[in-house]
Nanobody, 124 residues
Framework: QVQLVESGGGLVQTGGSLRLSCAAPGSTFIGYVMGWVRQAPGKEREFVAAISYIGSVTRYADSVKGRFTISRDNAKKTVYLQMNSLQAEDTAVYYC?????????????????WGQGTPVTVSS
C-alpha cells in the first residue's frame, strides 16, 4: 500500500503557473513509477504525465507537452508537476498516482495507487 498526499492546487489566471507536489511518506518510493492524472467536471480521468523510478524517462499527454514538467526527488519521496501557461482547459482535479516498476504507462487505468486529488482552477 502506498499513501499519496497531493498539495499545491488552487486558483490561477490564464497564462499563470502552479506547482503540484505529491508526497509518499513511508513508502519505498524509488520502487514506483509515478504519474499525474486529471479529471475535469463531467469528463473521464485523463493521463497527464508520468516519470520512471529514477527519473530518466518521462511521458506527457499531447495537450500538456511543452507546458508541464514532471520531476521527482527520491530522497524526499516526492513527485512534482510544474504547470506553466495554464489554460481554462487545464481546470480539473489532479491526482497523483503510482505503480510498481515496469514501464511508464500513459493510461490512467494502469496505475494502482491514488491520492485524494487537488483541485486546479484556471480563470480567464
Amino acid at each position: 500500500q502506498v499513501q499519496l498526499v497531493e498539495s499545491g492546487g488552487g486558483l490561477v489566471q490564464t497564462g499563470g503557473s502552479l506547482r503540484l507536489s505529491c508526497a509518499a511518506p513511508g513508502s519505498t518510493f524509488i520502487g514506483y513509477v509515478m504519474g499525474w492524472v486529471r479529471q475535469a467536471p463531467g469528463k473521464e480521468r485523463e493521463f497527464v504525465a508520468a516519470i520512471s523510478y529514477i527519473g530518466s524517462v518521462t511521458r506527457y499527454a499531447d495537450s500538456v507537452k511543452g507546458r508541464f514538467t514532471i520531476s521527482r526527488d527520491n530522497a524526499k519521496k516526492t513527485v512534482y508537476l510544474q504547470m506553466n501557461s495554464l489554460q481554462a482547459e487545464d481546470t480539473a482535479v489532479y491526482y497523483c498516482s503510482a505503480r510498481p516498476r515496469g514501464g511508464v504507462p500513459e493510461h490512467s487505468y494502469e496505475y494502482d495507487y491514488w491520492g485524494q486529488g487537488t483541485p486546479v482552477t484556471v480563470s480567464s
